[in-house]
């Protein structure tokens, strides 16, 4: 038996510790062994040898226990000291983070416009009924508010579909002269490759004394932000229709990606349409009161220019979070 007493006491793992639980306590084991002899011994030796045994099965289940402990502490520390994570370590696969490729596009008009000394008004996204159409010249009932369809709240609240009711918050709120851009979320029923339900605008009004804004000053501050956005393309103005303008127009930048020579993505036109714009129709002065004033008023989609600056094909891809898309723009 003493043999087993050292092969506990020597046992380094906690494995070669099980294989002599087993070579002893085991089924084939020493002990079952040693008391199937006791079968031949004589009744005197019996008892002695048989309480003898108990002795060393208790002993050997004892030593056997304490070893265990101790190598399966042992075995923790070292796997603790060799697995264990330095967090104060930086790490070699660590990004830096970046801005979204549309609150960069954001930023860079909003840059432009203030440097033009335009403020910047934010307004609020759930709007009522006066400020989103009526205010604009969008009588209820008017088939031009078809073109923006929204989400509705009970009680005349929506979702605002422009940034065009910050107009109307403005003038309600400050007196002329107004030189102020409105970027921001717009909601609409729309989802396709170039619309989602939400989107960005930034919205543009100028409000001064009576003839004293022109188309042709509207017509100067657009071309030149048009080039400092997309660099070298020509501008052309085209006649349109807004409610809350009159005359109207939407602008055109010859194509980025052909040069204007005509290619899929301008429908071989050679130009893309990227805002709406207008000398500001007197039924908004009249809805917020003004009298004696003229201005003009532009809008345009955050997305769009994002999408034509870095030319991304699918809007809704700016939208789906994708780190392989958006590590392109850091
Ligand atoms: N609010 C218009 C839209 O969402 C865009 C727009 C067009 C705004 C002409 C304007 C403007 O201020 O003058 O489609």
Redesign the pocket.
Known sequence: MKKWYDAIKEAQSVDEIEEIRIAVFGKKGVLVAEFAKLKSASDDEKAKIAQELNIHKNALMDELTSRKITLQTLELQAAMRSESIDVSMFSKTSQSGALHPVMQTMDRIVEYFSAMNFAVKTGTMVEDDFNNFEALNLPKHHPARDM?DTFYFKDEMLLR??T?PV?IRTMMSTKPPIRMIAPGAVFRRDYDITHTPMFH?V??LLVDKEGRVSFANLKYILEDFLKYMFGDVRVRFRPSF?P??EP?AEVDISCVFCDGDGCRVCSKTGWLEVL???IVDPNVFEAVGYENVSGY???LGVERFAMLIHQIGDLRSLFEGDIKLLEQFQ
């Open positions: 923006q579909t422009h065009s107009q605008q919205e543009g807004f809350f303008t109207s709406g714009c207008g008023a532009f809008g």
